[in-house]
Protein backbone atom coordinates (compact mmCIF):
# COMPACT_ATOMS: atom_id res chain seq x y z
CA UNK A 1 0.00 0.00 0.00
CA UNK A 2 2.67 2.14 0.70
CA UNK A 3 4.58 1.46 -2.47
CA UNK A 4 1.38 1.98 -4.59
CA UNK A 5 0.70 5.59 -3.10
CA UNK A 6 4.27 6.61 -2.87
CA UNK A 7 4.50 5.13 -6.61
CA UNK A 8 1.54 7.31 -7.30
CA UNK A 9 2.93 10.16 -5.80
CA UNK A 10 5.83 9.70 -7.29
CA UNK A 11 4.88 9.72 -11.12
CA UNK A 12 2.78 13.23 -10.08
CA UNK A 13 5.85 14.52 -8.84
CA UNK A 14 7.88 14.11 -11.90
CA UNK A 15 5.02 15.72 -14.04
CA UNK A 16 5.46 18.62 -12.47
CA UNK A 17 9.40 18.65 -12.79
CA UNK A 18 8.83 18.31 -16.07
CA UNK A 19 6.67 20.90 -17.02
CA UNK A 20 8.69 23.12 -14.76
CA UNK A 21 11.79 22.16 -17.26
CA UNK A 22 9.77 22.25 -20.38
CA UNK A 23 8.68 26.13 -19.23
CA UNK A 24 12.26 26.73 -18.60
CA UNK A 25 13.71 25.00 -21.60
CA UNK A 26 13.96 28.40 -23.36
CA UNK A 27 14.41 31.69 -22.44
CA UNK A 28 10.69 34.01 -22.35
CA UNK A 29 8.66 30.61 -22.85
CA UNK A 30 5.18 31.66 -22.23
CA UNK A 31 4.63 27.47 -21.85
CA UNK A 32 3.23 28.28 -18.36
CA UNK A 33 1.97 31.50 -16.39
CA UNK A 34 3.96 32.92 -13.40
CA UNK A 35 1.54 31.90 -11.07
CA UNK A 36 1.15 27.82 -12.61
CA UNK A 37 4.96 27.79 -12.39
CA UNK A 38 4.85 28.93 -8.75
CA UNK A 39 2.22 26.54 -8.00
CA UNK A 40 4.10 23.61 -9.75
CA UNK A 41 7.35 24.41 -7.87
CA UNK A 42 5.48 24.35 -4.50
CA UNK A 43 3.63 21.03 -5.36
CA UNK A 44 6.78 19.22 -6.52
CA UNK A 45 9.33 20.15 -3.66
CA UNK A 46 6.03 18.96 -1.33
CA UNK A 47 4.98 15.91 -3.32
CA UNK A 48 8.37 14.84 -3.48
CA UNK A 49 9.68 15.20 -0.15
CA UNK A 50 6.70 14.54 1.89
CA UNK A 51 5.02 12.05 -0.64
CA UNK A 52 7.09 10.13 -2.74
CA UNK A 53 10.63 9.37 -1.01
CA UNK A 54 9.19 9.24 2.53
CA UNK A 55 6.49 6.57 2.13
CA UNK A 56 8.58 4.77 -0.30
CA UNK A 57 11.25 4.65 2.61
CA UNK A 58 8.29 3.60 4.92
CA UNK A 59 6.85 0.99 2.95
CA UNK A 60 10.76 -0.54 3.05
CA UNK A 61 10.77 -0.43 6.70
CA UNK A 62 7.59 -1.77 7.07
CA UNK A 63 8.76 -5.04 5.01
CA UNK A 64 11.93 -5.32 6.02
CA UNK A 65 12.76 -4.51 9.69
CA UNK A 66 10.43 -7.15 11.38
CA UNK A 67 11.93 -9.58 8.55
CA UNK A 68 15.97 -8.37 9.60
CA UNK A 69 15.08 -8.43 13.46
CA UNK A 70 13.67 -11.82 13.03
CA UNK A 71 10.13 -10.45 14.05
CA UNK A 72 6.46 -12.06 12.97
CA UNK A 73 4.97 -8.26 12.86
CA UNK A 74 5.45 -4.36 14.14
CA UNK A 75 4.92 -3.86 17.81
CA UNK A 76 1.49 -2.12 16.87
CA UNK A 77 -0.33 -3.44 13.67
CA UNK A 78 -3.42 -1.01 14.80
CA UNK A 79 -1.12 2.00 14.46
CA UNK A 80 0.74 1.03 11.36
CA UNK A 81 -2.66 1.00 9.72
CA UNK A 82 -3.98 4.15 11.27
CA UNK A 83 -0.19 5.87 10.14
CA UNK A 84 -0.57 4.82 6.50
CA UNK A 85 -4.67 5.63 5.97
CA UNK A 86 -3.37 9.39 7.72
CA UNK A 87 -0.32 9.92 4.97
CA UNK A 88 -3.00 9.02 2.49
CA UNK A 89 -5.22 11.27 3.48
CA UNK A 90 -3.50 14.50 4.05
CA UNK A 91 -1.77 13.41 0.52
CA UNK A 92 -4.60 13.38 -1.35
CA UNK A 93 -5.83 16.89 0.43
CA UNK A 94 -2.62 18.52 -0.43
CA UNK A 95 -3.39 17.46 -4.08
CA UNK A 96 -7.23 18.26 -3.91
CA UNK A 97 -6.09 22.08 -4.05
CA UNK A 98 -5.05 21.94 -8.13
CA UNK A 99 -9.01 21.85 -8.57
CA UNK A 100 -10.35 23.50 -5.11
CA UNK A 101 -9.43 26.94 -5.58
CA UNK A 102 -5.83 26.55 -6.56
CA UNK A 103 -2.46 25.00 -5.09
CA UNK A 104 -0.02 26.54 -2.70
CA UNK A 105 2.19 29.28 -4.51
CA UNK A 106 4.43 30.04 -1.48
CA UNK A 107 7.16 27.54 -2.30
CA UNK A 108 7.75 24.40 -0.50
CA UNK A 109 9.00 26.22 2.92
CA UNK A 110 6.16 28.51 2.57
CA UNK A 111 7.85 31.46 3.91
CA UNK A 112 5.76 33.55 6.12
CA UNK A 113 4.87 36.37 5.28
CA UNK A 114 3.76 34.92 1.91
CA UNK A 115 2.70 32.04 3.12
CA UNK A 116 -0.14 33.91 5.43
CA UNK A 117 -0.45 37.28 4.02
CA UNK A 118 -0.19 37.29 0.51
CA UNK A 119 -1.26 33.61 -0.70
CA UNK A 120 -4.60 31.93 -1.58
CA UNK A 121 -6.49 29.11 0.42
CA UNK A 122 -3.73 26.50 -1.53
CA UNK A 123 -1.69 27.61 1.78
CA UNK A 124 -4.43 26.15 4.33
CA UNK A 125 -4.82 22.74 2.13
CA UNK A 126 -0.74 22.52 2.79
CA UNK A 127 -1.09 23.50 6.40
CA UNK A 128 -3.97 20.38 6.94
CA UNK A 129 -2.48 17.95 4.56
CA UNK A 130 1.01 18.16 6.37
CA UNK A 131 -0.78 17.71 9.42
CA UNK A 132 -2.56 14.70 8.72
CA UNK A 133 0.25 13.32 6.43
CA UNK A 134 2.96 13.87 9.40
CA UNK A 135 0.56 12.58 12.28
CA UNK A 136 0.85 9.30 10.07
CA UNK A 137 4.58 9.52 9.66
CA UNK A 138 5.30 9.75 13.73
CA UNK A 139 3.05 7.27 14.11
CA UNK A 140 5.33 5.11 11.93
CA UNK A 141 8.23 6.23 13.78
CA UNK A 142 7.20 5.17 17.35
CA UNK A 143 5.94 1.96 15.91
CA UNK A 144 9.60 1.23 14.28
CA UNK A 145 11.62 2.10 17.32
CA UNK A 146 9.15 -0.17 19.89
CA UNK A 147 9.63 -2.80 17.24
CA UNK A 148 13.45 -2.80 16.90
CA UNK A 149 14.34 -2.45 20.49
CA UNK A 150 11.53 -4.92 22.03
CA UNK A 151 10.96 -7.68 19.11
CA UNK A 152 14.41 -8.51 18.43
CA UNK A 153 14.90 -12.14 17.94
CA UNK A 154 17.26 -14.11 20.50
CA UNK A 155 20.50 -13.18 19.93
CA UNK A 156 19.74 -10.04 17.48
CA UNK A 157 21.80 -7.94 19.88
CA UNK A 158 22.06 -4.20 18.30
CA UNK A 159 25.17 -4.76 17.23
CA UNK A 160 24.47 -7.64 14.99
CA UNK A 161 21.11 -5.83 13.66
CA UNK A 162 22.02 -5.28 9.72
CA UNK A 163 22.45 -1.76 8.56
CA UNK A 164 19.31 -1.31 6.97
CA UNK A 165 17.39 -1.92 10.35
CA UNK A 166 19.98 0.43 12.36
CA UNK A 167 19.47 3.31 9.80
CA UNK A 168 15.99 3.05 10.00
CA UNK A 169 16.05 2.83 13.84
CA UNK A 170 17.87 5.93 13.84
CA UNK A 171 15.83 7.97 11.03
CA UNK A 172 13.33 7.00 13.48
CA UNK A 173 14.62 8.89 16.24
CA UNK A 174 15.20 11.60 13.93
CA UNK A 175 11.37 11.55 12.88
CA UNK A 176 10.49 11.57 16.85
CA UNK A 177 12.64 14.65 17.15
CA UNK A 178 12.18 16.79 13.81
CA UNK A 179 8.42 16.36 12.94
CA UNK A 180 7.34 18.30 16.50
CA UNK A 181 8.71 21.53 15.68
CA UNK A 182 7.23 21.30 11.86
CA UNK A 183 4.00 20.71 13.87
CA UNK A 184 4.34 23.69 16.19
CA UNK A 185 4.85 25.86 13.07
CA UNK A 186 2.36 24.45 11.09
CA UNK A 187 -0.41 25.07 13.82
CA UNK A 188 0.77 28.77 14.04
CA UNK A 189 0.19 29.33 10.41
CA UNK A 190 -3.24 27.75 10.75
CA UNK A 191 -3.83 29.64 13.59
CA UNK A 192 -2.76 33.39 11.76
CA UNK A 193 -4.72 32.02 8.46
CA UNK A 194 -7.96 30.62 10.21
CA UNK A 195 -8.01 32.12 13.14
CA UNK A 196 -6.09 35.89 13.25
CA UNK A 197 -3.36 35.16 15.31
CA UNK A 198 -0.44 37.21 15.09
CA UNK A 199 2.40 34.90 15.60
CA UNK A 200 4.25 36.25 12.40
CA UNK A 201 2.70 39.11 11.62
CA UNK A 202 5.27 41.75 12.74
CA UNK A 203 2.94 44.87 12.67
CA UNK A 204 1.02 42.88 15.71
CA UNK A 205 4.20 41.97 17.51
CA UNK A 206 4.86 39.07 15.61
CA UNK A 207 8.33 37.36 14.10
CA UNK A 208 8.34 35.66 10.43
CA UNK A 209 12.07 34.69 11.09
CA UNK A 210 10.67 32.09 14.03
CA UNK A 211 8.63 30.24 11.23
CA UNK A 212 12.32 29.90 9.45
CA UNK A 213 13.75 28.60 12.61
CA UNK A 214 10.99 26.15 13.09
CA UNK A 215 10.84 24.50 9.31
CA UNK A 216 14.55 24.13 9.45
CA UNK A 217 15.09 22.36 12.81
CA UNK A 218 12.58 19.99 10.87
CA UNK A 219 13.57 20.52 7.45
CA UNK A 220 17.50 19.59 8.07
CA UNK A 221 16.77 16.67 9.81
CA UNK A 222 13.98 15.52 7.27
CA UNK A 223 17.04 15.34 4.56
CA UNK A 224 18.93 12.63 7.00
CA UNK A 225 15.58 11.20 8.03
CA UNK A 226 15.68 10.62 3.70
CA UNK A 227 18.69 9.25 3.38
CA UNK A 228 20.00 7.13 6.30
CA UNK A 229 17.83 4.50 5.51
CA UNK A 230 19.33 4.91 1.79
CA UNK A 231 22.47 4.20 3.27
CA UNK A 232 21.10 0.97 4.80
CA UNK A 233 19.83 0.47 1.58
CA UNK A 234 23.39 0.73 -0.04
CA UNK A 235 25.34 -1.36 3.02
CA UNK A 236 22.73 -4.26 1.84
CA UNK A 237 23.16 -4.14 -1.28
CA UNK A 238 26.92 -3.37 -1.79
CA UNK A 239 27.84 -6.43 0.88
CA UNK A 240 25.48 -9.16 -0.72
CA UNK A 241 26.59 -8.50 -4.37
CA UNK A 242 30.55 -8.17 -3.22
CA UNK A 243 30.11 -11.63 -1.30
CA UNK A 244 31.21 -9.78 1.45
CA UNK A 245 30.72 -8.76 5.39
CA UNK A 246 30.43 -5.13 5.75
CA UNK A 247 33.89 -3.06 6.08
CA UNK A 248 33.81 -1.43 9.41
CA UNK A 249 30.44 -2.47 10.57
CA UNK A 250 30.89 -0.69 14.13
CA UNK A 251 32.12 2.24 12.52
CA UNK A 252 29.24 2.17 10.06
CA UNK A 253 26.63 2.18 13.01
CA UNK A 254 28.43 4.80 14.89
CA UNK A 255 28.82 7.26 12.40
CA UNK A 256 24.82 6.45 11.47
CA UNK A 257 24.32 7.66 15.44
CA UNK A 258 26.70 10.50 14.43
CA UNK A 259 25.02 11.68 12.23
CA UNK A 260 21.53 11.65 13.60
CA UNK A 261 23.24 13.49 16.43
CA UNK A 262 24.61 16.39 14.32
CA UNK A 263 21.52 16.47 12.22
CA UNK A 264 19.61 18.89 15.06
CA UNK A 265 23.10 21.01 14.93
CA UNK A 266 23.07 22.64 11.37
CA UNK A 267 19.42 23.46 10.74
CA UNK A 268 20.91 27.38 10.27
CA UNK A 269 22.81 26.64 7.55
CA UNK A 270 20.20 27.76 5.21
CA UNK A 271 19.68 30.99 6.88
CA UNK A 272 23.25 32.34 6.49
CA UNK A 273 21.78 35.45 4.93
CA UNK A 274 18.84 36.19 7.34
CA UNK A 275 21.18 38.13 9.68
CA UNK A 276 21.49 35.93 12.53
CA UNK A 277 25.53 37.30 13.16
CA UNK A 278 28.87 35.80 12.67
CA UNK A 279 29.06 33.67 15.89
CA UNK A 280 25.98 31.70 14.67
CA UNK A 281 26.88 31.55 11.57
CA UNK A 282 30.60 30.51 12.56
CA UNK A 283 28.77 27.99 14.85
CA UNK A 284 26.39 26.15 11.91
CA UNK A 285 28.95 26.45 9.09
CA UNK A 286 31.37 24.45 11.01
CA UNK A 287 28.88 22.14 12.60
CA UNK A 288 27.94 21.61 9.12
CA UNK A 289 30.89 20.97 7.66
CA UNK A 290 32.07 18.49 10.69
CA UNK A 291 28.78 16.15 9.26
CA UNK A 292 30.85 15.41 6.46
CA UNK A 293 33.40 13.50 8.27
CA UNK A 294 30.95 10.44 9.43
CA UNK A 295 29.38 10.63 6.02
CA UNK A 296 33.11 10.09 4.41
CA UNK A 297 33.13 7.41 6.82
CA UNK A 298 30.52 5.67 5.18
CA UNK A 299 31.67 6.20 1.73
CA UNK A 300 35.17 4.65 2.33
CA UNK A 301 33.56 1.81 4.03
CA UNK A 302 31.37 0.90 1.15
CA UNK A 303 35.06 1.21 -0.95
CA UNK A 304 36.35 -1.57 1.31
CA UNK A 305 33.84 -3.78 1.32
CA UNK A 306 33.99 -3.70 -2.96
CA UNK A 307 37.56 -3.93 -2.49
CA UNK A 308 38.74 -7.43 -3.13
CA UNK A 309 34.96 -8.68 -3.74
CA UNK A 310 33.75 -11.09 -5.88
CA UNK A 311 31.47 -8.01 -7.41
CA UNK A 312 28.36 -8.75 -9.45
CA UNK A 313 27.05 -6.25 -11.84
CA UNK A 314 23.24 -6.56 -11.35
CA UNK A 315 20.91 -3.92 -11.54
CA UNK A 316 20.35 -2.96 -7.91
CA UNK A 317 24.16 -3.09 -7.60
CA UNK A 318 25.08 -0.62 -10.65
CA UNK A 319 22.43 1.62 -8.87
CA UNK A 320 23.73 1.23 -5.76
CA UNK A 321 27.68 2.14 -6.95
CA UNK A 322 26.44 4.81 -9.21
CA UNK A 323 24.88 6.16 -5.68
CA UNK A 324 28.38 6.26 -4.33
CA UNK A 325 29.85 8.84 -6.39
CA UNK A 326 26.40 10.76 -6.92
CA UNK A 327 26.15 11.30 -3.24
CA UNK A 328 29.57 12.28 -2.89
CA UNK A 329 29.73 15.40 -5.53
CA UNK A 330 26.60 16.37 -3.64
CA UNK A 331 28.64 16.45 -0.60
CA UNK A 332 30.62 18.32 -1.87
CA UNK A 333 28.94 20.87 -3.06
CA UNK A 334 27.21 20.92 0.79
CA UNK A 335 30.92 21.76 2.12
CA UNK A 336 31.12 24.66 0.05
CA UNK A 337 27.54 25.98 0.88
CA UNK A 338 28.54 25.84 4.41
CA UNK A 339 31.09 28.53 3.72
CA UNK A 340 28.91 31.48 5.29
CA UNK A 341 30.77 33.94 3.48
CA UNK A 342 30.19 32.14 0.07
CA UNK A 343 26.82 30.71 0.62
CA UNK A 344 26.17 34.78 0.21
CA UNK A 345 27.01 33.98 -3.47
CA UNK A 346 25.57 30.59 -3.74
CA UNK A 347 22.25 31.38 -2.07
CA UNK A 348 18.98 31.30 -3.77
CA UNK A 349 20.93 30.63 -6.83
CA UNK A 350 20.32 27.49 -9.14
CA UNK A 351 23.95 26.11 -7.79
CA UNK A 352 21.59 25.21 -4.29
CA UNK A 353 19.10 23.54 -6.58
CA UNK A 354 21.92 21.55 -8.41
CA UNK A 355 23.44 20.68 -4.62
CA UNK A 356 20.28 19.26 -3.29
CA UNK A 357 18.67 17.77 -6.18
CA UNK A 358 22.00 15.94 -6.35
CA UNK A 359 21.38 14.48 -2.72
CA UNK A 360 17.90 14.24 -2.95
CA UNK A 361 17.68 12.27 -6.49
CA UNK A 362 21.21 11.13 -6.65
CA UNK A 363 21.22 9.98 -3.36
CA UNK A 364 17.43 8.81 -2.58
CA UNK A 365 16.20 7.96 -5.86
CA UNK A 366 19.24 6.06 -7.16
CA UNK A 367 19.15 4.38 -3.68
CA UNK A 368 15.55 3.50 -3.54
CA UNK A 369 16.05 1.83 -7.28
CA UNK A 370 18.74 0.15 -6.08
CA UNK A 371 16.55 -1.38 -2.92
CA UNK A 372 13.41 -1.86 -5.28
CA UNK A 373 15.49 -4.39 -7.52
CA UNK A 374 16.82 -5.78 -4.41
CA UNK A 375 14.12 -6.70 -2.54
CA UNK A 376 11.39 -6.88 -5.50
CA UNK A 377 11.54 -11.01 -5.70
CA UNK A 378 11.01 -10.95 -1.82
CA UNK A 379 8.51 -8.67 -1.81
CA UNK A 380 6.57 -9.36 -5.03
CA UNK A 381 7.46 -13.24 -5.70
CA UNK A 382 9.67 -12.44 -8.94
CA UNK A 383 12.51 -10.79 -9.97
CA UNK A 384 12.62 -7.59 -12.13
CA UNK A 385 13.90 -8.42 -15.38
CA UNK A 386 17.27 -7.29 -15.69
CA UNK A 387 17.75 -6.36 -19.52
CA UNK A 388 15.04 -4.01 -19.09
CA UNK A 389 16.52 -2.62 -15.64
CA UNK A 390 20.05 -2.15 -17.74
CA UNK A 391 17.97 0.30 -19.28
CA UNK A 392 16.09 1.65 -16.76
CA UNK A 393 19.83 2.58 -15.16
CA UNK A 394 21.62 4.01 -17.99
CA UNK A 395 18.56 6.54 -18.90
CA UNK A 396 17.75 7.64 -15.69
CA UNK A 397 21.63 7.63 -14.00
CA UNK A 398 22.48 9.50 -18.07
CA UNK A 399 19.29 11.87 -17.29
CA UNK A 400 20.11 12.47 -14.01
CA UNK A 401 23.45 13.95 -14.51
CA UNK A 402 22.54 16.08 -17.27
CA UNK A 403 19.95 17.68 -15.77
CA UNK A 404 21.53 18.82 -12.42
CA UNK A 405 25.70 18.81 -13.50
CA UNK A 406 24.78 21.94 -15.45
CA UNK A 407 22.56 24.19 -12.83
CA UNK A 408 25.84 24.00 -11.03
CA UNK A 409 27.49 26.56 -13.27
CA UNK A 410 23.91 27.74 -14.11
CA UNK A 411 23.96 29.06 -11.14
CA UNK A 412 27.34 30.60 -10.85
CA UNK A 413 26.46 32.41 -14.10
CA UNK A 414 23.85 33.75 -12.14
CA UNK A 415 20.47 32.30 -12.76
CA UNK A 416 18.05 32.43 -9.67
CA UNK A 417 16.00 29.77 -7.76
CA UNK A 418 12.30 30.35 -8.15
CA UNK A 419 12.24 32.57 -11.38
CA UNK A 420 9.90 31.18 -13.96
CA UNK A 421 11.27 32.78 -17.05
CA UNK A 422 15.03 33.94 -17.87
CA UNK A 423 15.86 36.52 -21.06
CA UNK A 424 17.78 35.94 -24.01
CA UNK A 425 21.54 37.32 -24.15
CA UNK A 426 22.50 35.77 -20.54
CA UNK A 427 24.05 32.54 -22.01
CA UNK A 428 21.81 30.59 -19.67
CA UNK A 429 19.33 29.13 -22.86
CA UNK A 430 21.90 26.29 -23.52
CA UNK A 431 22.21 25.16 -19.70
CA UNK A 432 18.55 25.21 -19.66
CA UNK A 433 17.68 23.23 -22.39
CA UNK A 434 20.29 20.45 -21.68
CA UNK A 435 19.03 20.08 -18.63
CA UNK A 436 15.82 19.71 -19.69
CA UNK A 437 16.78 17.07 -21.90
CA UNK A 438 17.91 15.06 -18.98
CA UNK A 439 14.57 15.37 -16.87
CA UNK A 440 13.02 13.86 -19.80
CA UNK A 441 16.06 10.79 -20.41
CA UNK A 442 15.01 9.95 -16.77
CA UNK A 443 11.29 9.88 -17.57
CA UNK A 444 11.97 7.63 -20.05
CA UNK A 445 14.15 5.92 -17.44
CA UNK A 446 11.09 5.88 -15.33
CA UNK A 447 8.78 4.49 -17.67
CA UNK A 448 10.91 1.49 -18.55
CA UNK A 449 10.87 0.83 -14.83
CA UNK A 450 7.05 0.69 -15.13
CA UNK A 451 6.95 -1.57 -18.20
CA UNK A 452 9.51 -3.88 -16.07
CA UNK A 453 7.28 -3.82 -13.52
CA UNK A 454 4.12 -4.85 -15.53
CA UNK A 455 6.35 -7.17 -17.82
CA UNK A 456 7.54 -9.09 -14.61
CA UNK A 457 4.16 -9.64 -12.87
CA UNK A 458 3.14 -11.20 -16.14
CA UNK A 459 5.87 -13.20 -18.16
CA UNK A 460 8.49 -13.80 -15.49
CA UNK A 461 8.81 -16.88 -12.95
CA UNK A 462 8.40 -17.04 -9.53
CA UNK A 463 11.64 -16.31 -7.52
CA UNK A 464 13.80 -18.50 -5.27
CA UNK A 465 13.89 -17.81 -1.49
CA UNK A 466 16.79 -16.37 -1.69
CA UNK A 467 17.87 -15.77 -5.56
CA UNK A 468 21.31 -13.13 -4.46
CA UNK A 469 22.57 -15.66 -2.42
CA UNK A 470 22.00 -13.11 0.67
CA UNK A 471 23.24 -12.50 4.55
CA UNK A 472 20.53 -11.52 6.51
CA UNK A 473 17.15 -12.93 7.87
CA UNK A 474 14.51 -11.98 5.33
CA UNK A 475 16.14 -14.13 2.80
CA UNK A 476 15.81 -17.11 5.05
CA UNK A 477 11.99 -17.02 4.60
CA UNK A 478 9.92 -18.74 2.11
CA UNK A 479 8.71 -17.17 -0.91
CA UNK A 480 5.80 -15.92 -0.86
CA UNK A 481 6.67 -14.85 2.76
CA UNK A 482 4.09 -16.31 5.11
CA UNK A 483 1.81 -13.73 6.59
CA UNK A 484 3.45 -14.83 9.99
CA UNK A 485 7.06 -14.24 8.98
CA UNK A 486 8.74 -16.80 10.69
CA UNK A 487 6.94 -20.39 11.52
CA UNK A 488 9.79 -20.22 14.93
CA UNK A 489 11.38 -17.50 15.71
CA UNK A 490 14.90 -18.05 14.91
CA UNK A 491 18.14 -18.04 17.19
CA UNK A 492 20.51 -15.31 15.96
CA UNK A 493 24.47 -16.42 16.22
CA UNK A 494 25.73 -13.86 15.10
CA UNK A 495 25.95 -10.76 11.76
CA UNK A 496 25.21 -11.96 9.18
CA UNK A 497 22.94 -14.56 10.77
CA UNK A 498 21.85 -16.01 7.41
CA UNK A 499 24.91 -16.13 6.00
CA UNK A 500 26.38 -17.91 9.28
CA UNK A 501 23.76 -20.86 8.84
CA UNK A 502 24.89 -21.58 5.34
CA UNK A 503 28.04 -21.45 5.44
CA UNK A 504 27.48 -24.34 7.94
CA UNK A 505 25.92 -26.23 5.85
CA UNK A 506 22.49 -25.78 6.84
CA UNK A 507 19.55 -24.75 4.86
CA UNK A 508 17.16 -23.09 7.60
CA UNK A 509 17.95 -20.76 10.54
CA UNK A 510 18.46 -22.38 14.10
CA UNK A 511 14.69 -21.92 16.10
CA UNK A 512 15.16 -20.38 19.30
CA UNK A 513 11.67 -21.82 20.26
CA UNK A 514 9.53 -25.19 19.84
CA UNK A 515 7.02 -24.88 17.45
CA UNK A 516 3.59 -23.32 18.74
CA UNK A 517 0.89 -21.08 17.64
CA UNK A 518 1.25 -18.07 16.79
CA UNK A 519 -0.79 -14.90 17.62
CA UNK A 520 -2.45 -12.70 14.70
CA UNK A 521 -3.87 -9.60 15.05
CA UNK A 522 -7.63 -8.58 14.02
CA UNK A 523 -8.04 -6.91 10.81
CA UNK A 524 -9.99 -3.61 11.61
CA UNK A 525 -11.59 -0.60 9.43
CA UNK A 526 -11.11 2.14 12.27
CA UNK A 527 -7.72 3.29 10.85
CA UNK A 528 -9.55 4.51 8.14
CA UNK A 529 -12.80 5.89 9.01
CA UNK A 530 -10.66 7.81 11.96
CA UNK A 531 -8.44 9.11 8.76
CA UNK A 532 -11.43 10.27 6.76
CA UNK A 533 -12.94 11.81 9.60
CA UNK A 534 -9.38 14.09 10.30
CA UNK A 535 -9.77 14.74 6.18
CA UNK A 536 -13.16 15.90 6.62
CA UNK A 537 -12.58 17.30 9.58
CA UNK A 538 -9.64 19.85 8.04
CA UNK A 539 -11.69 20.42 5.04
CA UNK A 540 -14.38 22.04 7.34
CA UNK A 541 -11.34 24.06 8.70
CA UNK A 542 -10.20 25.23 5.59
CA UNK A 543 -13.41 26.88 3.86
CA UNK A 544 -14.38 27.85 7.62
CA UNK A 545 -17.19 25.56 8.28
CA UNK A 546 -16.87 24.99 11.71
CA UNK A 547 -19.96 22.36 12.12
CA UNK A 548 -18.06 20.18 9.24
CA UNK A 549 -14.67 20.26 10.82
CA UNK A 550 -16.25 19.47 14.56
CA UNK A 551 -18.09 16.68 12.71
CA UNK A 552 -15.03 15.06 11.19
CA UNK A 553 -12.74 15.43 13.77
CA UNK A 554 -15.76 13.94 16.08
CA UNK A 555 -15.73 10.67 14.07
CA UNK A 556 -12.05 10.41 14.52
CA UNK A 557 -12.14 10.94 18.73
CA UNK A 558 -15.27 8.74 18.67
CA UNK A 559 -13.39 5.76 17.08
CA UNK A 560 -10.39 6.07 18.99
CA UNK A 561 -13.22 5.45 22.06
CA UNK A 562 -14.25 2.58 20.15
CA UNK A 563 -10.78 0.93 20.11
CA UNK A 564 -9.82 1.95 23.52
CA UNK A 565 -12.93 0.38 25.63
CA UNK A 566 -13.66 -2.46 22.98
CA UNK A 567 -10.96 -5.42 23.25
CA UNK A 568 -9.30 -6.73 20.59
CA UNK A 569 -8.27 -10.54 21.12
CA UNK A 570 -6.42 -11.17 17.76
CA UNK A 571 -6.67 -14.94 16.42
CA UNK A 572 -4.46 -17.97 16.24
CA UNK A 573 -2.40 -19.82 13.74
CA UNK A 574 -1.84 -23.49 15.16
CA UNK A 575 1.05 -25.84 13.74
CA UNK A 576 -0.19 -29.06 12.02
CA UNK A 577 2.70 -30.18 10.45
CA UNK A 578 6.34 -29.98 9.63
CA UNK A 579 5.45 -28.16 5.95
CA UNK A 580 2.90 -25.73 7.39
CA UNK A 581 1.11 -23.96 8.88
CA UNK A 582 -2.75 -24.04 9.68
CA UNK A 583 -5.27 -21.12 10.79
CA UNK A 584 -7.29 -22.42 13.51
Not at 282 to 292: N, P, V
Request: a neutral charge.
Amino acid sequence: MYFIAGGFFFLIGGLESILIRIQLMYPENTFLAGSTYNELVTMHGTTMIFLAAMPLILGLMNMFIPLQIGARDVAFPFINSLGFWLFLFGGILLNLSWFIGGAPTAGWTSYVPLATEYSGSGIDFYVLGLQISGAGTLMGAINFLVTVINMRAPGMTFMRMPLFTWTSFITSALILFAFPPLTAGLFLIMFDRIFGSLFFNVAGGGNPIIWQHLFWIFGHPEVYILILPCFGIISEVVSTFSKKRLFGYASLVFATILIGFLGFMVWAHHMFTVGMGPFANTFFGLATMAIAVPTGIKIFNWLFTLWGGRIQFTTANLFALSFIPTFVMGGVTGVMLSVPPADYQYHDSYFVVAHFHYVIVGGVALSLFAGVYYWWPKMFNRKLNEKLGRWNFWLFLIGLHLTFFIQHFLGLWGMPRRYFSYMEGYNLAWGNFISTIGALLMTAGTIIFIINVIYTALREPVADADPWDGRTLEWSVPTPIPEYNFAQTPKVRGLDAWWIEKREGRHQLVPAEPPGKIHMPDPSILPFIMSLGAFIGSMGLIFHQFVVATAGFGITLFCMLIRSVKEYHGYYIQPVSDSGMMKS
